[in-house]
Structure formats: C-alpha cells, structure tokens
RNA sequence: UCCCCUGUAGCUCAAUUGGUAGAGCGGGCGGCUGUUAACCGCCAGGUUACUGGUUCAAGUCCAGUCGGGGGAGCCA
C-alpha cells in the first residue's frame, strides 16, 4: 500500500526530488488557508522533526469537501510535486495534486492534542496520542538513535548480546523488590502443611519473579564467551515515587572477562561516549528542538562530554572533598564521613559543583556494596564504581566481581545469605573462574540525560510506576 | 513510605479581604493574507475534582476522599 516516500528522505535528498512528482503521508499538525485560493498543510510522519508543507489549491476535487476541514490530527496522503518552496520557513514544499484523507478527527474541539502547548503531566494522561507531539516524536527518535548505537558500539566491539531471562527463578538478586510471576489463583492459594503457599503447585513449581538484572545470567555466559551484554527491560518493585525511577525501565549491563575496574570504567565510558557521538550525528533535528525548548545547554554538555576524559575519584578523596566542603561552609543535610552510602545531595554537590561534569567514583567501602563486588587488598573496600552525572545522580553502577570463592563465601556468610541459593553463580568460581567486572546503565537515565527532560516518565513510550499502569 | 505544593472552559492559566466565573490558545463562522505559534471580528464552551461542614454569602475557609506534581529515601 505504501509508496510513499518518507518525509526525512524529501528533506535530506531533496535536491534529487525537486521537480518529481512524491506522496507522502502522515498527520496534519496544522492547516492555514490563503484566500489567494490555497491552503497550507503541514504533515509530520515521525520520520524527522521537521513538518512538510503541503501547497494545496482550491482546485483539487476535494478542496471545498474535505481540505478546509482538515485539523490536527487528521490522517492522509498527499501527491503532489516537490517545488521549491517560496516562503520563509522550509526549503522544500509539496505543490499538492491530490489529498486523500483516511480518517478526519472525530470532535476537533475536544482532540487531545490540539495544536498548542500541553503540560507533560497532562500528556501523560492522554499517552496513547503523545507521540503525536513535537516532543514525543523527538524523544522516539533520540531514544531509538541511542538503543541502535549501543548494539553498534557492542557489535563492533566483539561482544555478544545475550538474551538473559525476563522472567526469573532466583530469588537472590538482592537489587531490590520484586514483582512475583504467578498463575496460582489468588482467591485460592495452596498452602504447605505449614500453612505458607505452596509454589510447587505454581506453573514453574518454584517461585518465581520479574528480573531485577541480569548481570548473574549474564556472568555465566561472559565465563565462555568472554565480552557479552545484555539490553533489555527490568523490573523494580520498589514505591518509588521519583522523576528518576520506574518499576519498568530498560538496562544495559556488559559482563567482561579477563577485566577489571579501570577497564570497565573505562568500557562505559567509551559506551556512553559512543551513544551521544551518534545523537549529536544522527539527530541535530531533534537535539535543536530540545536546546530551544527544554534544556537550553544540552547540546553543549553532550559535546563536552564526548570530547572530554572522564574525572575519576576515589571514594576516599570524594570522601575527603566533601569533609574539606563541609569545612568551607557548604551544607548538607545527612552527614559526612567515611563508610557513609552517598546520598543524592552529595552525589549532587560532587558532579555538579565539584567536578562540574559526570564522574566515577571508585573504591567503595564494602559494607554498602553487594556481596559479589571483589574486594579490594585494603580490606576496606571494593572494586565498585558509580558514574554521577549533573542533574541525574547515578547512571552506571558498576563493580569488579568477585572471583575467589573462598572470598565470596565469606561475603556471603558474612551478609547473611544462602550458599545454597547461588549454587550456579559459585560454580563459576569453581570451574575456570578469571578476574571479570561489568555495569549497568540506566538507558531511560542516559535519556534524561542527554535531551534534559526533567521526568524518566516522559522518555518512555509506557511508564510503569507505583499507582500508574494505564495504557 | 514520608514531607511540601496543587486540582477553575478541550488545553494553559487569572479571579483583590469570602461578595454575581475571566483571558489566551484550541474549536465553529466570517474577513484578510504565499501562509509559518499568522493576523482581525463574532460565537459556542463551566455542577470551580468529589463528599460534607462553617457563613447572609464559598472557586476562595475547614474536614475527609480521589487525582496530579515536586522533594526525600531506595536505586539504574
């Protein structure tokens, strides 16, 4: 059915179009008319940022039927010459033969998306008709642009994409809250003798839940295949109510072997690097949009980022940094010492005041890192690393893990948790075990990021967050 | 989960000390114009989230419920 021709492709090869005859098809964003007896239609595919206008004459059939009533939102096709444009605002413009209209727009007074601006908070609630927006359309894009360069930048690597399984059976991820998987009937739970559910009798026969990560699959097939990754969404099941968190979000965790903490820091780096070289590439359009009308300095902060070498800081001296702060006067709410998890307003104050960029903090104390970072020589701390970047706090978290059994069945112990349980994962220490770190990178937070959007919930078609599952 | 803010036309917002509900955009009609967030005129559009209370009088004050937002914690 479709020849039509993309309307990103009249734009970037629009001198081979110029005097052909093109149809294009798409959305109408706004229609004025000239008494000089023609009308203006604008037409976005979502293909680029850019509308095209379309110069249609009273003189098509159906001009006085169908064309003076086009509003927002109304869908069709359009053939027609692509001209020169002789106005101000495009450089290319379709000289309009015919229009045909699929579907006109049932009650334009009350169509969600009229031409004007809405709030986000608003947007949200009509999500289904969002992506129809200058904004949504571009953060689509820009979100596709850096999906299709993280694979890139991994593939041309030599690493793997390895599909790790949504739905989990281990119960020892310790991330954080889970959503439970179940077809056991609700109304009518099997119990055990002793009175708890009987998840034998559920359609695994185990409990099981929605993954939190994927970095313990993800390490088993890194101890055959040496460099993999994994992409794909993740669940939380934690009440967080932030512009910085959702229970469905999408990660990216590398596994390495062979790597330790500066070559991982150093992976996500070159990642991250490579992700926003291929926005500020591929989608100027877009990223103007975002500099005009969301966050003026965008565009400069991913130029700097992709040019500048990563600050690197151990946890000791941002320690040390933030007590010599304190000392000069600046205020924190939580205090300041040694062996303390960083909450955000430090995190803040160290990427945005101190360094003034995204930074890798390294070398955490080990008692609030997981049981399967490697410990440091110290004895102190672990091979942990958290990028922070300005306005966001946490991007990538990352770690060395551990790779000595005899250590990690000590931190184990120590936290309190089942050997039993990560049979599978010691296993790997037990045969051919290497040295291997990885990350996880936020790719909503890389989104928030790089356009400056101010809510993870708008830089993902379909938020999931506590209260809020709608569409 | 905690703290704070908020809910008025399809949307974005006004409404003084408690005193008869307003504008812009969008929509319809008309005018003007190779237009560009066009412009000019007219018209339509409201149970002020819901329930109850105080008062001669409530959009405004109080209580509860529901929704939305921001911040904190947790994290990516």
Redesign the pocket.
């Known amino acids: 059915m479709s020849n039509a021709l993309r309307i990103a492709d009249l734009f970037k090869h629009h001198a081979d179009h110029l005097g052909t005859k093109v149809t294009v098809q798409g959305w109408v964003r706004?229609?004025?008319?000239?008494?000089?007896g023609?009308s203006?239609v604008?037409i976005t595919d979502g293909s680029c940022f850019d509308t095209v206008?379309a110069?249609v004459p009273n003189t098509v059939a159906n001009y006085e039927s169908e064309v003076?009533?086009l509003?927002?939102g109304c869908s069709v096709e359009i053939t027609g010459t692509a001209?020169a444009?002789?106005?101000?605002?495009?450089s290319v413009?379709i000289?309009a033969e015919s229009i045909k209209v699929y579907g006109f727009v049932d009650?334009?007074?009350?169509?969600?998306i009229?031409?004007?601006?809405?709030?986000?908070?608003?947007?949200?609630?009509v999500a289904h008709l969002r992506a129809r927006t200058n904004t949504f359309g571009a953060i689509a894009r820009v979100r596709h642009c850096l999906a299709m360069a993280v694979h890139r930048f991994f593939h041309e690597q030599g690493y793997l994409w390895v599909h790790t399984p949504i739905i989990t059976g281990s119960d020892c991820e310790g991330?954080?809250?889970m959503f439970r998987v179940s077809t056991l009937d609700f109304l009518n739970m099997p119990k055990t003798p002793e009175g708890k559910i009987d998840y034998a009798q559920d359609f695994f026969g185990r409990e099981t839940n929605l993954t939190v990560?994927g970095q313990l699959n993800v390490e088993t097939w890194c101890m055959a295949l040496s460099k993999v990754y994994t992409f794909g969404p993740?669940f939380?099941a934690?009440?967080?109510?932030?512009?910085?968190?959702?229970?469905e979000?999408w990660?990216i965790e590398p596994e390495i072997a062979f790597a330790d903490l500066h070559v991982d820091a150093k992976l996500a780096e070159d990642l991250l690097k490579f992700m926003f070289k291929a926005l500020l590439a591929e989608r100027m359009d877009d990223m103007k949009f975002f500099a005009e009308r969301i966050d003026k300095g965008c565009i400069e902060r991913l130029e700097k980022f992709v040019s500048a070498d990563f600050a690197k800081l151990d946890y000791t001296d941002a320690i040390a940094a933030l007590e010599d702060a304190v000392k000069k006067g600046v205020k924190f709410?939580?205090p300041v010492k040694w062996g303390i998890?960083m909450?955000?307003?430090?995190?803040?104050w160290l990427t945005e005041t101190y360094i003034g960029r995204p930074v890798a903090v390294m070398n955490y104390p080990k008692d609030?890192k997981?049981f399967y970072m490697r410990q440091n020589d110290d004895g102190k701390t672990v091979a942990a690393m958290?990028?922070l970047a300005p306005g966001?706090?946490?991007?990538?978290?990352g770690s060395q893990r551990e790779e000595r059994l005899e250590l990690l069945d000590k931190r184990l112990d120590e936290m309190g948790l089942h050997k039993a349980d990560y049979w599978w994962y010691r296993d790997l220490r037990r045969y051919g075990t290497v040295p291997h770190a990885g990350?996880?990178?936020?790719?909503?937070?890389a989104i928030i990021y790089a356009t400056g959007m101010?809510?993870?919930?708008d830089v993902i078609p379909f938020a999931r967050?506590?209260?809020?599952a709608?569409f």
């Open positions: 706004t229609r004025r008319d000239s008494k000089a023609i203006f604008a206008q110069v003076l009533k509003t927002a001209v444009s002789q106005g101000k605002g495009q413009e000289q009650d334009p007074d009350t169509y969600p009229s031409p004007k601006q809405h709030s986000f908070e608003y947007l949200r609630e991330a954080g809250q990560s993740t939380r934690e009440n967080s109510n932030t512009s910085r968190h959702l229970a979000f990660m709410e939580y998890d909450q955000s307003e430090h995190e803040r609030i997981a958290d990028i966001i706090g946490e991007i990538v978290g990350f996880g990178l936020g790719f909503e937070r101010a809510n993870i919930r967050a506590p209260k809020s709608s």
